[in-house]
């Protein structure tokens, strides 16, 4: 074999793919991090004296915090700031995301004449 | 056949005379509603019309709408093929009874298309196949993996739309006062005829109409209602912010005491780990499903597949931004304790428009505008599926030789099996309209999105794995719902967020296997050097 046709992810093989794949791990990790990475945000900074009583489908009854922070309670545009960001923010930012990426993908496929 | 039918037949009437989870009736006196059912009547013949004049006319159009949509357009078509009932009508109504748990649904189903753009849609479109199960088919170099995978879309079309028909049973019973059951009968046929009549070129065409449609009906009552209930009503998307705030704090006409703090605070209803369980799955699903996927080999450029994706997402958040409002705006007005309305968690972007106390009419362009959500994505379901039996079944696997005649009649065949079996359990529907959605979902994401990702960026994975990361990504769906509803397992496992252990669970099942078995040839390999350098 002359060169190395193995596909992985995590090793790409070719200019073309390289360049591909680093910019596909940032766009993963900012999207990951902005979604899921402020869920966990919430969680941490939620004043811990705000709790509330859960019935879990088991009968299991549990004590968590409710989440109010700073977060929740400042108000931006009139919201809560954590619902701007979750229902109206994040989708624009999913908009943004795929546009780079469009964009890059362009540019690096005209440079590699596909 | 005669007697097939028969037996289906009683087989309809019994189900149809049970009355187990019988759905609310919205309009009980069985009042016929005329603008709104003039405003529906027009809207249907709109939609026949146009399938009729874009006509398909042979099987390429009919599978890939002669692969010549450009971008806007195409996004178009994919927002109005994604946008169901489960986003016009089930969205709020989840977002009304769990508040900020439900804005996973929100995220899920937009987030998820970052994923596919990125992951998926590019190489895809390099692949050069029809439909998922030829990928899976041609990809793992198995015929039993590619009816496997066609089964798997005929099961997922088939739950997903499930929901669907809900949603047209119930506002068909809203506008016309005819009862659920019949309603669902009467606005399915109308769908199956379209269908019918026209294939995916005319579907294509049509999902743009609907787009139009579902945007225009889903905006226009919204500014009246937050007009009316004193809130920033030139942007409402924006102006109901204020609300969420109010129903939260009490103010605007809310006591304090009234104010209900746990629509909005995160936790408040939910624990975070169901958040991310929920969220992950819609988006992986949204990755993985075929007839989502199935949209990129209509685009003549790989270029133009991507960028289908951004102008698709955007036609899709500008209804997502959309949702929230109606569910703050109805939780606002029923705060108020305004009263006279039967709120209905699956009706609730009616109801809002109801309860603000508009004339009836801007609640039968809510309507209306539900049902043509409900319709294009049935459309694109019913053709996906019937394309999997028709072209992956019958042509690939059991007749190679048959004529272009010969698939055609197949695969109407197919649609009207697949279309009428829905119907007899959309009688009895199980659950909301988003949650029965969310099921197709996570099969979705339990299936293809693991056999797409590593069959494109993985050459070492075998067809074995394939096989076996199917059977493995079923029994998780399926598993999850047998599952005792009080016990732990359900807890870690809800029936809507399967994927968030199906997946990872399907992964290293499907990456041991491939250590485990000899490696694909070497044809196979070099297909995907090209996909991913196309040198």
């Given amino acids: 074999m002359e060169k190395d046709i193995n596909i992985n992810f995590f090793k790409p093989v070719g200019d073309f793919m390289k360049k591909d794949v680093a910019i596909k ?6 999207w990951f991090l902005a979604v899921y990475g402020f869920l966990f945000l919430l969680k941490l900074v939620a004043n811990p004296d705000e709790t509330v009583q859960l019935t879990l489908n088991t009968g299991e009854v549990i004590t968590q915090v409710s989440g ?30 795929c546009y780079w990426y469009c964009k890059f993908i362009d540019k690096l496929e005209s440079e590699y004449e596909k | 056949m005669k007697r097939m039918m028969h037996w289906g037949l009683s087989l309809f009437f019994v189900l149809m005379s049970t009355n187990a989870f019988a759905v609310t009736n919205l309009n009980p006196e069985g009042k016929f509603k005329v603008i709104p059912a003039i405003l529906m009547i027009s809207l249907l013949i709109l939609f026949i019309m146009v399938g009729v004049f874009s006509k398909a006319q042979n099987t390429e159009d009919y599978w890939a709408a002669g692969r010549g949509v450009g971008q806007i357009g195409g996004g178009m078509a994919i927002a109005s093929n994604w946008m169901s009932a489960a986003s016009y009508l089930g969205m709020a109504g989840l977002i009304y009874l769990k508040g900020y748990f439900a804005i996973s649904y929100v995220l899920g189903w937009t987030g998820g ?23 899976v088919g041609d990809r793992y170099y198995s015929t039993t993996a590619r009816l496997m995978s066609a089964l798997i879309v005929i099961t997922i079309s088939f739950v997903y739309a499930v929901g669907q028909y809900k949603g047209i049973g119930m506002m068909f019973n809203w506008i016309f006062g005819i ?31 609907q787009y139009v449609v579902i945007v225009i009906t889903f905006f226009l009552p919204l500014f009246f209602i937050a007009s009316k209930l004193g809130y920033f009503s030139a942007v409402p998307q924006i102006g109901y912010g204020a609300a969420v705030y109010d129903i939260g704090h009490g103010g605007n006409g809310i006591v304090a005491a009234a104010s209900d703090p746990s629509y909005y605070l995160p936790f408040a ?25 199935g949209r990129f080999y209509v685009v003549p450029r790989v270029s133009d597949a991507r960028w289908q994706v951004v102008w698709g997402l955007f036609c899709i958040a500008l209804v997502y931004w959309t949702a929230p409002a109606y569910a703050a705006f109805a939780k606002f007005s029923n705060l108020l304790g305004t009263t006279g309305t039967t709120i209905t968690p699956d009706a609730i972007v009616v109801n809002a428009a109801e309860l603000a106390g508009l004339p009836e009419w801007f ?27 028709a072209h992956d079944i019958y042509f690939r696997v059991m007749y190679p030789n048959a004529s272009e005649d010969n698939k055609m009649k197949v695969a109407r065949i197919g649609t009207v099996i697949l279309g009428v079996s829905i119907i007899i359990v959309a009688l009895n529907p199980p659950a ?47 598993g999850s719902m047998l599952i005792p509803k009080t016990s732990i397992l359900a807890f ?44």
């Fill in chain 1, 25 to 30: 791990k940032k766009i993963i990790v900012i």
């Fill in chain 2, 269 to 293: 209803k939910y624990t975070m780990y169901h958040w991310f369980a929920l969220c992950m799955t819609l988006m992986l699903g949204t990755a993985g499903l075929p007839h989502v996927i």
């Fill in chain 2, 363 to 389: 609640a039968g362009f809510l309507a209306a505008g539900g049902v043509s959500a409900a319709f294009s994505t049935v459309g694109g379901l019913l053709m996906a599926g019937s394309s999997a039996f």
């Fill in chain 2, 432 to 478: 909301l309209i988003a949650q029965i959605t969310a099921v197709a979902f996570a099969l979705g994401a339990n299936t293809f999105f693991p056999l797409f990702l590593l069959g494109l960026w993985w050459s070492r994975t075998t067809k074995e794995a394939a096989i076996a990361g199917m059977i493995v990504g079923l029994a998780v769906t399926f």
């Fill in chain 1, 68 to 97: 109010m922070s700073f977060l929740t309670e400042t108000q931006f545009l009139g919201f809560p700031f954590h619902y701007w960001y979750s229902s109206q923010f994040l989708i624009a930012l999913f908009i943004g995301l």
């Fill in chain 2, 113 to 135: 298309y970052v994923l596919l753009l990125v992951l998926m849609a590019g190489q895809v479109r390099r692949y050069g196949k029809y439909t998922a199960p030829d990928f």
């Fill in chain 2, 179 to 209: 009862d659920y059951k019949t309603s669902v009968v009467v606005g399915t046929g109308v769908v199956l005829t379209y269908v019918l009549i026209s294939g995916m070129l005319g579907a294509t065409k049509n999902m743009q109409v």
């Fill in chain 2, 492 to 535: 870690y496992i809800p029936f809507t967020s399967s994927a968030v252990v199906g997946v990872p669970a399907v992964l290293i099942t499907m990456i041991v296997v491939s250590y485990m078995t000899p490696e694909p040839s070497q044809e196979i390999k070099e297909l995907l050097y090209r996909v991913h350098n196309d040198e």
